[in-house]
Nanobody, 124 residues
Framework: QVQPVESGGGLVQVGGSLRLSCVAS????????MGWFRQAPGKEREFVAA????????KYADSVKGRFTISRDNAKNTVYLQMNSLRPEDTAVYYC?????????????????WGQGTQVTVSS
């Protein structure tokens, strides 16, 4: 079983940056696609970004392309989400999740294990 644990959230002003981290326990981290999702109050959980096993192939939601960067360090069992040029609409709880299937999915139902989430608040 894998247990992702997120950190790095906080309060930031518009245009600022944050870097989220997610550490996933287990010896098979490199076999998982790692994804970031977010959920704002009153809204459904939405896909943000994902990175395939080797760290080369990535996918982003259109709303974050060019502003967010996902990366991973398999030696540290960690995936990162660098968020730049933050906007008020980026305010949400951000979740890290793991997926054992081949390829990269943007569907939350495809992901197996989820972290508890970390709050990101962007103030205007």
């Amino acid at each position: 079983q894998v247990q992702p644990v997120e950190s790095g959230g906080g309060l930031v002003q518009v245009g600022g940056s944050l870097r989220l981290s997610c550490v996933a326990s287990g010896r098979t981290f490199s076999t998982y696609t790692m994804g970031w999702f977010r959920q704002a109050p009153g809204k459904e959980r939405e896909f943000v970004a994902a990175i395939y096993r080797g760290g080369i192939t990535t996918k982003y939601a259109d709303s974050v392309k060019g502003r967010f960067t996902i990366s991973r360090d398999n030696a540290k069992n960690t995936v990162y989400l660098q968020m730049n040029s933050l906007r008020p609409e980026d305010t949400a709880v951000y979740y890290c999740a793991t997926d054992r299937a081949l390829g990269i999915s943007t569907q939350s139902s495809e992901y197996d294990y989820w972290g508890q989430g970390t709050q990101v608040t962007v103030s205007s």
